[in-house]
């Protein structure tokens, strides 16, 4: 068997005149592309949220503008149907304050939400259109006999 092992060479590994310079570049290069992918991320969550948001705000402001128009719905609650929209949707935001503003013309949303030292606000308006005034305003003139009138 010794003759054997003399005659069978062990070699070590070609190297290539490397000797751990991979490692140190590799020790360089992996926690930048980490962080970037990190940063990549946080970004999409970041805009995900911020769509959520804007997307409550507009579907509560034209809903509360509807009511209005109606007004014989009254007592629906805006900020709990813009939290139930909300609900469990956001990723990194936490949802802070809801504001909503009635006037004759328009209701106007503006939302808050932040996690740290990030914060995002947005403001949705819907005007309150009252379009079967307008009609019956129309119709009423060309009943008088005011069959040319336009608008």
Same mark, same amino acid.
């Given at each position: ?10 070699k ?21 592309v ?22 409550? +705000? ?15 719905k ?32 328009q ?5 808050? +939400? ?38």
């Amino acid at each position: 068997m010794n003759e054997k092992m003399r005659r069978i060479r062990i070699k070590a590994p070609a190297t290539n005149g490397l000797r751990g310079s991979v490692t140190v570049e590799m020790a360089y290069i992996l926690p930048t592309v980490i962080m970037i992918f990190l940063l990549i991320v946080y970004t999409v969550f970041y805009y995900h949220d911020k769509n959520i948001l804007n997307a409550a +705000a507009g579907e509560t402001a034209v809903l509360g503008a509807q009511l209005e128009r109606q007004r014989g719905k009254e007592g629906t609650d805006l900020q709990n149907f813009y939290r139930e929209r909300t609900d469990g949707k956001l990723i990194l935001l936490h949802l802070t304050g809801v504001n909503i503003t009635k006037s004759k013309k328009q209701v106007e949303i503006q939302a808050y +939400a932040q996690k740290g030292r990030m914060r995002v606000s947005v403001v949705q308006r819907a005007v309150i259109t009252k379009a079967e005034e307008k009609i019956r305003l129309k119709r009423k003139l060309e009943a008088l006999g005011g069959k040319g009138v336009d608008k």
